[in-house]
């Protein structure tokens, strides 16, 4: 099983600033996730041409399964978070993590059906400060939304601009979620063309045995987005004896 996140920034190089959504689609289709989760998606926005993104990648994908959360208006349209499957989504689930004034913020909470039975997926981008990050964290694990999906194992994906990897050690490890993407200096992800930040993150809780995890470094990757792209592979297995 394969998870691929990203933060597009709109399909807008994060070094030229162009809009080319091509060299998504092109970087996503040579790493053939099962499921992809994107962040800053644009929808009707002028500098994407008013393309609608979430259908157009769905499309230019194959990735038959998806779901959208807008978090930003821009003007008549806006950006937000994307999930695509090539894996059915039994269940999915908004939540609202804007903290008081700030920029709004989302996480969509998915029940992915594989094989090997169900995992929770969790896509996000969260907050520039880190009191807000550790806020935002502290809402999604004291959740109904994922209280009532316990029992099954969880990836926790996407955007984290956690700059000093701080969130593991104050928050996931007492909800019994473990880091996969760590040295943090092994995932270097932005800014793409020179990363320097660790930004986007997994971390995984239950049954879920991580094989693999990577940022992709390529030259197409350093160029299409400001971000480069997480790959997880995994497997799902019994849950861990307590």
């Given at each position: 099983m394969r998870v691929l996140s990203w933060n597009i920034h709109k399909g807008i190089g994060?070094?030229?600033?162009?809009?080319?959504?091509?060299?998504?689609?092109?970087?996503?289709?040579?790493?053939?996730?099962?499921?992809?989760?994107?962040?800053?998606?644009?929808?009707?926005?002028?500098?994407?041409?008013?393309?609608?993104?979430?259908?157009?990648?769905?499309?230019?994908?194959?990735?038959?399964h998806g779901v959208y959360q807008r978090n930003v208006a821009v003007k008549q349209g806006g950006y937000g978070n994307l999930v695509l499957s090539r894996l059915p989504l039994a269940d999915h689930r908004s939540m609202n993590l804007r903290l008081k004034w700030r920029k709004p913020r989302g996480a969509q909470l998915c029940v992915v059906e594989t094989d090997a039975g169900p995992f929770v997926?969790?896509?996000?981008?969260?907050?520039?400060?880190?009191?807000?990050?550790?806020?935002?964290?502290a809402q999604l694990l004291?959740?109904?939304?994922?209280?009532?999906?316990?029992?099954?194992?969880?990836?926790?994906?996407?955007?984290f601009n956690d700059w000093r990897d701080q969130l593991h050690k104050v928050c996931f490890a007492e909800a019994g979620f473990a880091q996969v993407t760590t040295?943090?200096?092994?995932?270097?992800?932005?800014p793409a063309y020179m990363p320097m930040?660790?930004?986007?993150?997994?971390?995984?809780?239950?049954?879920?045995?991580?094989?693999?995890?990577?940022?992709?470094?390529?030259?197409?990757?350093?160029?299409?987005?400001?971000?480069?792209?997480?790959?997880?592979?995994?497997?799902?297995?019994?849950?861990?004896?307590?």
């Open positions: 994060g070094r030229d600033r162009r809009y080319v959504l091509d060299r998504i689609v092109s970087v996503i289709r040579a790493e053939d996730p099962d499921v992809v989760c994107l962040q800053e998606v644009d929808q009707g926005v002028p500098r994407s041409k008013l393309d609608d993104q979430p259908v157009v990648l769905r499309e230019r994908l194959g990735l038959p997926l969790v896509n996000w981008h969260l907050g520039l400060a880190e009191v807000e990050r550790r806020w935002q964290v004291a959740s109904e939304e994922l209280a009532t999906l316990e029992a099954l194992p969880a990836l926790v994906v996407g955007d040295p943090a200096s092994a995932f270097r992800s932005f930040g660790a930004l986007d993150k997994a971390f995984v809780r239950g049954g879920l045995l991580v094989t693999g995890a990577r940022v992709v470094k390529t030259a197409e990757t350093r160029d299409a987005s400001d971000h480069l792209p997480l790959v997880v592979d995994f497997e799902i297995g019994p849950a861990p004896d307590c």
